[in-house]
C-alpha cells in the first residue's frame, strides 16, 4: 500500500487526512468543536473522546478508511465462530455462541495492537441435534462457503492473516477447510483455525481444574457450564442440571473435551435423553474463571504466532535442494 494511503498526514489549515479522506473539524459558532465521524489525535482516529486505536478494534464499527489501516497494520482478523444449539436443560442455546465470542473480545482486549476483531458466525453445522428443539443448522456446503467468503472479503480489503477461533466441535472441520480454501484462493494470505483449549498449554489448563471422569466434559458439561457460570452465572440454571454419560464409547471412541481417535457422531436423540453429555453438576464459576483464562492466553499465543509468521510465496518445484 502506497505510503500516502496509511496514516495520517497534517495539511495546511488545520485539517488532517486519515488514509486520504480529510477529517477537517471546524468550530461551532459558540466555539466548540461539534462530534465528528472520524478525526486523529496523536495519530490516533478518535471520535467524540473515543480514541478508537486504544480499544480492541471492532471490525464492524470501523469506517472504511480505518479498515484500510488495520489492514495496513498488519493485524490479525479474528473470526469467532459458533452455532446455536441445545445444550441440556440448564444452559441457553449460545452457549457455544457466547463462549467464543467471550474469548475472542478478551483475547481482542490483551492484544489490541496485533488483532482487528470479526463479529461472530453465529450459526454452525449441527444436524445431528435437530431432534432437540432449539438447533439452526447450515449445510456443510453453504456454511464452508460462508466462513470462507468471510476470509476472502477480508483478503480482498487487504488483510493477510485470519484466524478463525471454532467453539463448536461439528464445525471444526469445515472450519479447517475454510482456512484453506481461503489459503489458496488469495495467494500471499496465512489463513488459520482453531478450537479452543485445545493446545497443550490449554489441555493441562483443562486437567487442572477437571473433577469428572472421562466423559464428564463433552457438552453441556463441567467444562462449558463453568465458562458460562464465570460469564454469566444468572443465565444458568444451575437446579436444573443434570449428569448424563451415555455416549457408546468403546477403545477407539469416545467423547469428551479430547475424543477418541475414532470418529463416530450418530443422531444425538439416540444416546442422550437430556441433550447432555458429561457433569455439569460438578461446574463451578471459579473453574469457569481459571478456564477462561488460559483460552484467552491460548487465543493471543495463536494471533502473536500468526502475525509472526512469514506470507509464503509459491515456488517452481525442484528436484534436488541446493
Not at 471490525?59 to 459458533?82: K, S
Not at 463448536?168 to 480454501?181: D, K, P, T
Not at 487465543?299 to 534436488?320: I, Q, T
Request: glycine fraction near 10%.
Amino acid at each position: 500500500m502506497p505510503a500516502s494511503r496509511r496514516g495520517r498526514r497534517r495539511r495546511r489549515g488545520g485539517g488532517a487526512v486519515l488514509d486520504g479522506v480529510s477529517c477537517r473539524i471546524a468550530a461551532d459558532v459558540g466555539g466548540r468543536r461539534p462530534p465528528v465521524h472520524a478525526s486523529v489525535r496523536g495519530d490516533r482516529p478518535v471520535r467524540g473522546d473515543v480514541n478508537v486505536w486504544t480499544t480492541p478494534l471492532r471490525y464492524e464499527r470501523l469506517t472504511w478508511p480505518e479498515v484500510r489501516r488495520a489492514a495496513g497494520e498488519n493485524r490479525v482478523a479474528l473470526i469467532p465462530v459458533g452455532t446455536l444449539e441445545d445444550h441440556g436443560p440448564h444452559l441457553p442455546l449460545d452457549a457455544d455462541l457466547r463462549i467464543i465470542s467471550e474469548i475472542c473480545s478478551r483475547a481482542a482486549q490483551a492484544a489490541s495492537d496485533d488483532v482487528v476483531l470479526l463479529p461472530p458466525i453465529p450459526h454452525g453445522y449441527d444436524p445431528h441435534h435437530m431432534d432437540f428443539p432449539g438447533p439452526i443448522s447450515i449445510g456443510w456446503d453453504t456454511f464452508t462457503r460462508y466462513c470462507a467468503d468471510v476470509g476472502l472479503s477480508l483478503a480482498h480489503h487487504g488483510f493477510r492473516r485470519m484466524l478463525y477461533l471454532n467453539g463448536h466441535g461439528s464445525n471444526q472441520n469445515l472450519v479447517e477447510m475454510a482456512a484453506r480454501l481461503v489459503n489458496v484462493q488469495a495467494p500471499g494470505t496465512l489463513a488459520a483455525a482453531a478450537f479452543y483449549l485445545t493446545s497443550p498449554e490449554g489441555l493441562a489448563a483443562v486437567a487442572r481444574v477437571r473433577e469428572s471422569t472421562i466423559g464428564g466434559m463433552a457438552h453441556a458439561c463441567e467444562l462449558e457450564t463453568s465458562i458460562y457460570l464465570a460469564i454469566d452465572p444468572d443465565a444458568v440454571a444451575m437446579d436444573r442440571a443434570v449428569d448424563e454419560q451415555s455416549y457408546p464409547a468403546g477403545e477407539h471412541a469416545w467423547f469428551d473435551w479430547a475424543d477418541g481417535s475414532l470418529h463416530l457422531m450418530p443422531w444425538w436423540s439416540s444416546f442422550s435423553r437430556t441433550g447432555v453429555q458429561g457433569s455439569p453438576t460438578l461446574a463451578t464459576a471459579e473453574k469457569g474463571r481459571a478456564l477462561l483464562d488460559a483460552a484467552v492466553e491460548e487465543c493471543v499465543s495463536y494471533v502473536r504466532e500468526l502475525r509472526a509468521k512469514p506470507l509464503g510465496e509459491r515456488r517452481d518445484p525442484v528436484e534436488r535442494l541446493p
